[in-house]
């Protein structure tokens, strides 16, 4: 809004949901996108979607905790993934963005499991990256508690989103569909 207020706001409109149900079938983005989207779902040009940013992976061997798994890119929009990669650098967040996951063979197909899927899957074919840092020893459990989170970390992958969003929002065009999708 302050953007926006200095004559300097996004060419396109952001659209922030919170989606629910996700734990029991992904039954609020399938609403959204197949039921009664606010806007045309054709009209949505990317899903930036971000779920369980702020805790570390415990399988990852490398000492390095500055990633952030992205899935999703490539898969459909070859562009929007190369704007989230110029992104990382312009904004100087330094993160590793790690593609352990973005495959439609993984076996653990965190592509189909969280909001973005009714968005990106073949009906639709929106461009999306879903922001992950991993499964750990409180997912989806009570004792995933906010001390265990890494801030620093969390603000980081925080800004990346935000400025990727920003250079959609702000592009002549929207991202091009290009990937094979998941058919």
């Given at each position: 809004?302050?953007?926006?207020?200095?004559?300097?706001?996004?060419?396109?409109?952001?659209?922030?949901?919170?989606?629910?149900?996700?734990?029991?079938?992904?039954?609020?983005?399938?609403?959204?996108?197949?039921?009664?989207?606010v806007l045309p779902i054709e009209r949505t040009v990317t899903n930036l979607n971000v779920d369980m940013i702020?805790?570390?992976?415990?399988?990852?061997?490398?000492?390095?905790?500055?990633?952030?798994?992205?899935?999703?890119?490539?898969?459909?929009?070859?562009?929007?993934h190369e704007i989230n990669q110029?992104?990382?650098?312009?904004t100087g967040?330094?993160?590793?963005?790690?593609?352990?996951?973005?495959?439609?063979?993984?076996?653990?197909?965190?592509?189909?499991?969280?909001?973005?899927?009714?968005?990106?899957?073949?009906?639709?074919?929106?461009?999306f990256i879903f922001f992950f840092t991993g499964i750990h020893e409180d997912y989806h459990r009570p004792t995933d508690e906010a001390d265990k989170i890494d801030y620093d970390r969390l603000a980081r992958i925080a800004r990346l989103i935000f400025a990727t969003a920003w250079q959609v929002a702000n592009q002549d065009s929207a991202p091009a569909v290009s990937g094979g999708g998941f058919h």
């Open positions: 809004m302050k953007a926006r207020e200095d004559g300097h706001g996004p060419r396109r409109s952001l659209l922030f949901l919170h989606l629910t149900g996700e734990e029991n079938g992904l039954l609020g983005s399938e609403y959204y996108a197949d039921v009664n989207a702020g805790r570390h992976d415990p399988t990852r061997t490398d000492p390095d905790s500055n990633y952030v798994y992205i899935i999703g890119s490539r898969l459909i929009s070859e562009e929007l110029r992104v990382n650098e312009l967040t330094g993160l590793f963005l790690d593609e352990r996951f973005n495959s439609r063979h993984d076996p653990n197909q965190f592509y189909a499991r969280s909001d973005h899927w009714h968005f990106g899957k073949p009906r639709h074919g929106v461009p």
